[in-house]
């Protein structure tokens, strides 16, 4: 379900590209406008609402998904990314749904009502439980920043499919500084970057699960191939100096007390127990 649910956000994530596009009014700002012409098309006017929160129920299936992906790489590290992004998307959803069921009462409020009520609908405008977007665009933003560096220092991903992954989430966050300054310019920019790189990370992780890659059993012999290759890099081995405690030791074949040299003693200590025998001849090899 993950790696359809991934491919299903990318394509919803599309969907509302297009609808931008190809809508003159779709963001306007405009209160007045919007209010006045909601009743028109209800429907398309709630379509970004709706896919915001078809996005957040989805997410469920992902989030566990990217967390076993990156979780031998740092553990703790994938346990807050992954709160981070359940905290984001769940807000993202409440708001969603929030203006789903807000806006068709207040415009028809606002059409039929008198001046008095329209001035103070348009005074208060739409419930806004998150206006800048500091939870429902920058959580799933720093989840994307985190796991996709997780992803690229534990060569889960190809580096380029986790470059789009850190680019989505500065974009997102892009958007919520924008917001919060009123820089529109920013805002356009973060927007588009965030089109264009969103929903490709997401369509691109989806179909690596659907073939069994993170989670298939011999992406899964890859991985700790390659778990092997980042606790023996010199990498690992700056970061346990400059976080103790944090990242597995350097390893490296004959260190004393290694993970690598510690199995290597067991293998031999099980051999000793257990030695081979030769079934056709009825002694034990030396």
């Known amino acids: 379900m993950g790696g359809i649910s991934a491919v299903a956000i990318g394509l919803l994530n599309v969907v509302i590209i297009l609808y931008f596009f190809n809508s003159p009014e779709a963001g306007r700002d405009d209160a007045y406008s919007f209010f006045r012409n909601f009743a028109d098309n209800a429907f398309l006017s709630s379509l970004p609402w709706i896919v915001f929160a078809v996005t957040a129920v989805l997410s469920n299936n992902i989030l566990p998904a990217v967390q076993d992906m990156v979780r031998g790489v740092h553990p703790d590290l994938a346990r807050f990314a992954t709160l981070l992004g359940l905290a984001g ?36 405008g739409l419930p806004q439980i998150d206006p800048d977007g500091w939870f429902s665009f920058g959580g799933p933003g720093t989840w994307l920043i985190l796991v996709n560096l997780l992803a690229l220092l534990g060569r889960r991903l190809p580096a380029w499919h986790a470059a789009f992954g850190v680019l989505a989430g500065i974009c997102a966050w892009a958007t919520v500084i924008a917001s919060a300054t009123g820089f529109e310019p920013q805002n356009l920019f973060a927007s588009a970057g965030g089109a264009a790189v969103y929903p490709l990370w997401f369509v691109l992780f989806g179909i ?73 001849q009825g002694w034990a090899a030396p």
């Open 89 to 124: 998307y769940t807000v993202q959803g409440v708001w969603a749904v929030t203006l789903i069921r807000a806006a068709p009462v207040l415009s028809a409020a606002f059409q039929t009502g008198d001046a008095t009520t329209r001035a103070v609908i348009l005074a208060v």
């Open 208 to 280: 690596r699960l659907i073939r069994g890659g993170p989670d298939g059993p011999e992406r899964n012999t890859r991985r700790r191939e390659s778990d092997l290759r980042w606790m023996t890099s010199p990498v690992t081995g700056i970061l346990q100096t400059a976080v103790p405690g944090r990242f597995p030791r350097a390893l490296c074949p004959g260190t004393t007390g290694s993970r690598l040299e510690t199995r290597r003693d067991d293998d031999r200590k099980a051999a000793r127990r257990h030695p081979k025998t030769d079934s056709s």
